[in-house]
Structure formats: structure tokens, C-alpha cells
């Protein structure tokens, strides 16, 4: 199975270096690794059928759709994991309309809630493309 890793600069540097190891984890041929910058996941996406994996901010993997051995299972999991964003994002929502929360929180916690909220729908955007790329 290939698999391309995109991470920002300094994780992309230690993933690099730890290339065998990261393919002996991932069960990945560590001829079809590869890496790129981060964002290009994106672009993979739009070049080929892959699923993009989004692990944390700054770090998505794309595997080839067809490598994929269940298609049902993966929509399975990336349907929960679209149920437990959607979760998140409605009460991270719901925080930041409260009244009481804006006003009574320091703003150095509402800016952490409002970063939160930014990223977990960037996640479920992801999460989305996925989907309808399994059909």
C-alpha cells in the first residue's frame, strides 16, 4: 500500500528520518512513502481517489482509495468520526453563544474555544470530502 504523509516543517523533518519506522507502523511499503508539505493533501485528493486522514493540525496522510482493503468499514469510521466533530462543534457552539460564557471566561479561554471550534470544522470538512469520495 502507498501512502503520502504532508507535515508541517518540523514534524515533516522527524517523520523523514524516521521514514522505516513510520512505514513498519503504518504497514506501509516503504518504497510508496512519501512526503510533502503540509496542505498538499488537498491536492492529492483532487489529483486521484485517496482518503485524507487528517491526525492533528499540520499532519494528514492520503492513501489511495483502492488500497483500501473494506470500503464499508471506512465509511463506518469516518461516519463516527463525522458524528463525534459534529458533537464537538454543536457544543463548542453552543459555549461561545453563551452570554455567560463570553463574558465571565478570561479571553485567552474563549480565544482557545474559538480555535477549537475553527479546527474541528476544519476537520469535519475533511472528514465530509472523504465521504463523498467513498459514495
Do not use: W, Y
Not at 516543517?9 to 512519501?34: K, Q
Not at 508539505?37 to 489511495?64: K, N, S, W
Amino acid at each position: 500500500m502507498a501512502a503520502t504523509i504532508f507535515a508541517a516543517a518540523p514534524l515533516a523533518s522527524h517523520l523523514e528520518t524516521e521514514a522505516a519506522s513510520v512505514a513498519t507502523l503504518g504497514r506501509i511499503d516503504p518504497e510508496a512513502l512519501c512526503f510533502g508539505a503540509a496542505g498538499g493533501a488537498a491536492e492529492a485528493e483532487a489529483e486521484t481517489a485517496v482518503v485524507r486522514l487528517v491526525v492533528q493540525d499540520g499532519l494528514e496522510v492520503a492513501l489511495p482509495l483502492a488500497a483500501l482493503v473494506d470500503a464499508d468499514k471506512e465509511r463506518a469510521r469516518l461516519q463516527k468520526q463525522q458524528a463525534s466533530l459534529t458533537s464537538n462543534i454543536d457544543k463548542l457552539a453552543a459555549r461561545l453563544a453563551s452570554s455567560g460564557f463570553t463574558d465571565k471566561a478570561p479571553a485567552a479561554v474563549v480565544a482557545k474555544a474559538e480555535g477549537e471550534l475553527k479546527e474541528f470544522r476544519e476537520q469535519l470538512e475533511a472528514v465530509d470530502r472523504s465521504l463523498a469520495q467513498l459514495g
